[in-house]
């Protein structure tokens, strides 16, 4: 009787061990609770069909994976997964898998927890993009270099009901300093800012004069006040139902030599400029529906974007991006089977089976959700419950306990 009391014992301190210990986590990230398992104990007598049992013994401790609450935080690094997946981080050494989304930068720029493990994900390119190896993830805070502009898109729509200009356009090149075209010399213009390749912006001025025939419309160009490409630079031509023919789609302007304010060459390169147009010629004011072109000046590092895929992009003053990696997420055929490490983070066993790796929001792996953290899985009230019951349970061994005494006591004083 008293080694079943005392197996009663152990097996409620146990309990005990683990309900105090989802309570005394109930504030830690990514934390997940616990739950102890008993079994019964019988002496290995198989004839016996009335065995006496002899008591309770730990059959193991299994955690729950169950999603924990999303809270709302100020640090873009910060990320919790929304669904199943574990972040995948690195002391060098070993990898281990964690919930615990609350990353930041150490001094050499790589995503850490707050144990100093880097975070794992796919790797970026020079060139903005993503390869499918997988180390650690690193920030890069440099500038970014300026890039020339090489092609200039526009989509619009020229009157088809406009006459053709009243003041001819001048047969002279415009030089730095003249006075613009005379507005009688074309219908319609659009402007934007191109750049060459020191990151110096230019205005480019694109005028559209219709020509004496129908359909076909002149194209001119001018950088900073002079003319580029020539006189016109090119004809668009369109056909009676106003669609534009491909073959005049395009037009090319050579070389230019960009100018400083004071109209002297600045010391940059002015690239070759491709002017591609998304036309029509219907009834209807001139209109310009969208333009953009592939060049920037340089840019500081300005923050840092993550979405829910997990692409960690850099955001610079120039208002361009720069993917710098992928968080990867990894994921098992049985969590159950981790092993805990400490630090809300898992290793993995023979019993959880090998690591997959995935982007999230691919597969079975769930997104995730940049400037947030999942708390902790616990549930309080039920664990104060539990903790009722598991203190009753060791006041009733102890009782066996005092009762075996009491009947040893008897048995001692038989005379």
Aim: without cysteine; aromatic residues 8%.
């Amino acid at each position: 009787m008293f080694n079943t009391a005392l197996s009663g014992l152990r097996a409620a301190t146990t309990g005990l061990s683990v309900i105090g210990h989802n309570i005394s986590n109930v504030s830690s990230t990514g934390f997940k609770s616990s739950r102890a398992l008993f079994s019964d104990m019988y002496a290995a007598t198989p004839s016996a069909t009335h065995s006496v049992g002899l008591g309770v013994r730990s059959a193991g401790v299994n955690q729950s994976f169950a999603q924990g609450s999303i809270s709302m935080t100020n640090n873009t690094l910060d990320m919790a997964i929304d669904g199943n997946g574990f972040f995948g981080v690195t002391d060098g050494n070993s990898t281990m898998y964690t919930r615990a989304g609350a990353f930041g930068t150490d001094n050499e720029g790589y995503i850490v927890n707050n144990a100093g493990h880097r975070l794992l994900g796919y790797q970026g390119t020079t060139s903005g993009g993503v390869v499918g190896d997988i180390g650690t993830l690193r920030i890069d805070k440099s500038s970014m270099q300026p890039s020339p502009t090489t092609e200039m898109k526009a989509a619009l729509n020229l009157d088809a009901s406009s006459a053709a200009p009243s003041v001819e356009w001048p047969a002279e090149p415009f030089a730095f300093g003249d006075a613009g075209p005379d507005p009688l010399s074309y219908n319609g213009s659009t402007s934007l800012s191109i750049y060459d390749s020191l990151g110096n912006p230019h205005a480019l001025t694109v005028y559209f004069a219709r020509g004496g025939e129908d359909g076909a419309w002149d194209v001119h160009a001018l950088i900073d006040g002079v003319t580029a490409g020539g006189t016109p630079a090119g004809t668009l031509n369109f056909d009676a139902n106003g669609v534009l023919d491909p073959e005049s789609a395009k037009l090319e302007i050579g070389e230019w030599e960009p100018l400083d304010q004071a109209g002297q060459p600045n010391g940059a390169a002015g690239s070759p400029l491709s002017l591609s147009f998304d036309a029509t010629q219907f009834s209807s004011p001139f209109s310009v529906h969208d333009q953009s072109q592939n060049g920037h000046s340089t840019g500081e590092f300005s923050r840092i974007g993550i979405d829910p895929s997990g692409m960690v992009t850099a955001i610079f003053s120039n208002g361009q991006s720069h993917a710098l990696g992928q968080v990867a997420l990894f994921n098992f055929s049985n969590p159950d089977g981790l092993q805990p490490l400490g630090n809300s983070a898992w290793g993995e066993t023979t019993g959880s089976g090998n690591a997959t790796v995935g982007t999230p929001g691919t597969g079975n792996l769930g997104p995730i959700q940049s400037g947030a953290l999942e708390d902790s899985n616990v549930d309080l009230t039920s664990e104060l419950a539990n903790l009722i019951l598991a203190q009753r349970n060791y006041q009733a061994n102890a009782k066996t306990i005092q009762t075996a005494d009491a009947v040893t006591q008897t048995l001692i004083n038989l005379r």
